[in-house]
Every structure is written in structure tokens, then in C-alpha cells.
């Protein structure tokens, strides 16, 4: 019988803790158990591993076809994440395995997929209605930004240039829309307003303001459920799947996207702004560009969820993002 190919598996535990066991070299018994929203089929999947009395996290990354990904867009990351680590940032950063190396491979129905195992974020997720918190992150957003400066990485990853935020997602739901004649309108409005605002960030980033390092390595996904504080208020950052060069304002955006800042107390925002600055003033460029970063960012997410099949598709996302409009 002929083996009909699979979209999207989910690693038995089992599975995956022998593999562990064998390519970190710990002692049994390892327990790793999924804990991934399953719903989440754009998201990558992760267990939680016990390895006697201490906690890690396993991340086995969704197959790269989809997002265009190979090893070395992994490597960047975990390169990435140890040197963060190693300039004091409150980061999760990879296990070194007994080969020396930070990314294992498994074979999946689908395909190959890459995983690693990470140290465990302690505490819970930042609290949306603490300005405390807010000045936290904020602050500590401008310092990874600050550092990351130095870093240099040999491997690939794909920019988050106009042609990644704006161009192939616009090309991407035109492909995906294009039948469907319910959302031609949708489609033709949120095409109007991203192009609107990549025009802004052109003449931003091209006039006599702009700053040297408003371009630069950056989380590209941060958000108040990858924020994990401890009742001591110290802070964690996780899940770093987005990460790469990117524009600071747009990881700012992203920020108050994923937070839904703009539409919570003023004294929140003012917090985290407040924050970024005591570490990182932003120029009049990079302030200006937030407000086109929001909606480009939006758009990013909208064309995104078309990407993959699943429970969560595009239909539920660009109808909330045109009723927010």
C-alpha cells in the first residue's frame, strides 16, 4: 500500500525522550510530554522534559518547506540565543549536545525536522495591567537590541525586509483570495492599506534621519505570552522563532500588536516606551515608523494563517482585522 503523505505530525514523547537520552547523553528516565496547542497548526511543537530534578523545554520545529527554512535559518537562531545568553540577556538559550552541537534532526512522516532542547523560562506570563512589567520588557527589548549590534553570525537567515513583511505576503493572499469572491473586499482593502504604509517606511528609512542601528538583529514576534516573570518580577523571553535583521521599530510594533497596547490604559504604553527609552531612544525616523510598522505587521499575520492548512485559517483573522479598522 502506497504511504500517503502527511501535512503535519506530532513526535510520540516517548519518541522524542529516547532521542534525547541518546543525543544529550542524560541518564534515564527523561519525561517529555507535548504541550503545544494543537490548534496552533502554524506553530512549532513543544514538550516539556524532566531530566531528574531539572526542567527543560524541547522545540521541534514545524517542517521548513512551508517557511522556506533550512538548517542554517535554525543555526542563526541558536547562535543567536547563546550569545544573548552570554551578554547577561534574560533569554531561554540552547543545550549543547554531546556532538557539540545545538540542532538535532528527526525523521518525520513529512519530512525532516529539526529540533533542540532549551533551558525552561520559570514564572508566568507578564501581567497586561502592570505598568511595572511593561517598563520591564521595554527596557530589556532596547538592551537585546543594543547588544545585538556586535553579533555576526555565518549562517543564513531571511531578512525581515519589505519584501518579506509586505511583498510576498500581498503576493501570498492574492494566490489564496483569489477565488473567493466574500473576501475580494476584504483582500482589496488590506492590500490599500499595507501598501500605503510601505510607501511610509520607505520614505523613512531613505530620508537624512534615519539611525545607524535602526536596522538589526531582532526578536520579531515578542508578546506578552513569551514575557514570563517570577513573583520577583524578573523577567524571561522565549520562543524566538521569528527572530533575524529586521527593523527595532517593527519589533516595537509587534510588541504593541501582539499586546493590543494601543487600545489598553495610556500609563501601560507610557511605561514601555518609557522603558525602551532609558535604555535606547528611538530617532524621530524610528518613532514615526511604528504607526505603518502596526499595519504592515498586521497584514504580515493576516497573510501568514493563509500559509497552512488548519483548524485556524485566514478567514477568522482577516475578518478581525478588518472589523478593527
Known sequence: MEQI??????????????????DYGFDAPVRCKLFSKLIRTQDNDHYSVAVGGKKYVARVYQQGDPLGREESDYQFEMEWLLFLAEKGQPVTYPIKRKDGRYLGALLAPEG????TLLTFAEGKPMALDNPEHFFIVGATMAKMHMVSNTFKSNAHRTPMDLSFLVDKPVERMRRVWK???DREDDLDTIITAVTEAKAEILNLINNESTSGDSWGVIGGDFHQGNAFMTDGDELAFFNFDWCGYGWRSYDIAAFLSNSNLIHRDPELSEAFFSGYYSERPLSSNEHAAI??????????LTAYFTMN???????FIASAWIRDD
Open 5 to 22: 503523505p502527511v501535512f503535519r505530525s506530532f513526535i510520540a514523547g516517548e519518541a522524542l525522550a529516547a532521542r534525547i537520552i541518546a
Open 112 to 115: 525532516i525536522r529539526y529540533y
Open 179 to 181: 477565488e473567493d469572491d
Open 291 to 300: 504607526s505603518p510598522f502596526l499595519t504592515i505587521r498586521r497584514a504580515w
Open 309 to 315: 492548512e488548519g483548524i485556524a485559517g485566514y478567514t
